[in-house]
């Protein structure tokens, strides 16, 4: 118990990594499907690049809302579940995201600001969602489009 308290803070079986590891892989997929077939459009700038300007940022919106509240809990002394702890969190999250900036953006950079994070839905309502004209070919495999 005490090694995997200490490595493992998922304690899943080898058959549950695989699904998830998977599933993980449909998403990020999904992600690249979405970039290919529908554009972001805000009204004040113009098109937004779809993945590290829509939906990685998306993302790492809702992972510094999840650390600063974790982090907030903890110096109110609320109770988390076993082993959940602030530290622990942050140190997921920089496993997720890694140290230098990727698809999704810069995760380094945006922890050091996590004040800015309060909210797990978009901060910006105004982006217009709709299909593109001229979708770009998706062959099921990571291209990384930025469009």
């Not at 118990?1 to 080898?14: A, C, F, H, P, T």
């Not at 990020?28 to 779809?50: A, Q």
């Not at 988390?80 to 702890?85: A, S």
Request: a neutral charge.
């Amino acid at each position: 118990m005490d090694q995997r308290v200490k490595w493992d803070y998922n304690g899943l079986s080898i058959v549950d990594r695989e699904h998830y590891t998977y599933v993980r892989g449909l998403a990020r997929n999904f992600i690249e499907w979405l970039g290919c077939t529908y554009e972001v459009i805000d009204p004040k700038g113009g098109p937004v690049l779809f993945e590290p300007n829509f939906a990685g940022r998306y993302l790492m919106d809702q992972a510094c809302a999840i650390l600063k509240y974790k982090r907030r809990a903890e110096k109110e002394g609320l109770a988390g579940p076993r082993h959940c702890t602030a530290e622990a969190v942050e140190r997921q999250l920089d496993y997720l995201f890694g140290k230098e900036p990727s698809w999704c953006g810069n995760w380094m950079e945006r922890k050091v600001n996590i004040e800015d994070s309060t909210t797990l839905g978009f901060t910006n309502q105004s982006f217009v969602v709709r299909k593109k004209l001229e979708p770009l070919p998706f062959d099921g495999e990571l291209h990384a489009h930025l469009s």
